[in-house]
């Protein structure tokens, strides 16, 4: 036994999934080159809809720890109003973004319309069957 297990401890009052879910899109292992002498990209995989899954505002002060510190395929200033926190508790485990390739990304509502944001921090805990992410609103590679 381990201690404490965090399975199924956000429970509904603490979940704040927003209007059209959130979904999880993992990059596949296919893909393609965008064409002769293209780049290749890999193709994502279908989305995967999460459960148990709390979503908070990033803090100013975690924001400048993240800019200070650094986190995985970041270099650009990180806006507060760009980032949230998500906590997910029913066992998935995410991986962030690595040199700016894209491993994992969410898709939900920022409360005006559903985007995507990339992984860009990530805190998994398996033997607590807890993940806590900070993701960065995704505009688009370039």
Same mark, same amino acid.
């Given at each position: 036994?381990?201690?404490?297990?965090?399975? #199924? =401890? %956000? $429970?509904?009052?603490?979940?704040?999934?927003?209007?059209?879910?959130? !979904?999880? %899109?993992?990059?596949?292992?296919? &893909?393609?080159?965008?064409?002769? @002498? @293209?780049? !290749?990209?890999?193709?994502?995989?279908?989305?995967?809809? =999460?459960?148990?899954?709390?979503?908070?505002?990033?803090?100013?002060?975690?924001?400048?720890? =993240?800019?200070?510190? @650094?986190?995985? &395929?970041? #270099?650009?200033?990180?806006?507060?109003? $760009?980032?949230?926190?998500?906590?997910?508790? $029913? &066992?998935?485990?995410?991986?962030?973004?690595?040199?700016?390739?894209?491993?994992?990304?969410?898709?939900? #509502?920022?409360?005006?319309?559903?985007?995507? !944001?990339?992984?860009?921090?990530?805190?998994?805990?398996? !033997?607590?069957?807890?993940?806590?992410?900070?993701?960065?609103?995704?505009? @688009?590679? &370039?």
């Amino acid at each position: 036994m381990n201690g404490i297990d965090m399975q #199924s =401890l %956000i $429970d509904p009052p603490f979940q704040s999934t927003p209007a059209g879910d959130v !979904w999880l %899109i993992r990059q596949s292992g296919n &893909g393609g080159y965008t064409g002769p @002498g @293209g780049m !290749w990209q890999a193709a994502k995989a279908d989305p995967v809809q =999460l459960t148990m899954v709390n979503i908070q505002p990033l803090k100013p002060r975690e924001a400048e720890s =993240l800019m200070n510190v @650094g986190a995985a &395929g970041v #270099s650009a200033p990180i806006s507060v109003n $760009d980032c949230r926190v998500v906590h997910l508790n $029913d &066992g998935t485990y995410l991986q962030c973004d690595d040199e700016g390739q894209e491993a994992d990304m969410l898709r939900f #509502s920022d409360s005006l319309q559903m985007r995507e !944001w990339r992984v860009i921090a990530v805190d998994n805990r398996p !033997w607590h069957h807890f993940c806590r992410a900070v993701v960065q609103r995704y505009r @688009g590679a &370039g």
